[in-house]
């Protein structure tokens, strides 16, 4: 029995999470920076903060938020 996906690439090959999803997550993310973890009706929530963060620096990301 294979192991449970434990990335985001993971759960997307597996077919439970998409794209499209995961654009969502992060644009709700990007909305309401403090929103807590996004769930997905799998059941999955990626540390959208940790995936962002890994990618872009938060002070890049609050020079993009209108005060």
């Known amino acids: 029995m294979a192991a449970d996906p434990r990335t985001v690439a993971d759960l997307r090959k597996a077919g439970i999470l998409s794209s ?4 969502a997550a ?14 997905y009706a799998s ?6 903060p940790a995936i962002v963060a890994s990618a872009i620096s938060p002070k890049e990301i609050a020079s993009w938020l209108r005060p």
Do not use: K
Not at 43 to 48: E, R
């Open 20 to 23: 499209q999803s995961m654009v």
């Open 26 to 39: 992060i644009d709700a993310y990007m909305y309401n920076l403090t929103a807590g973890p996004y769930r």
């Open 43 to 48: 059941g999955n929530s990626p540390d959208v």
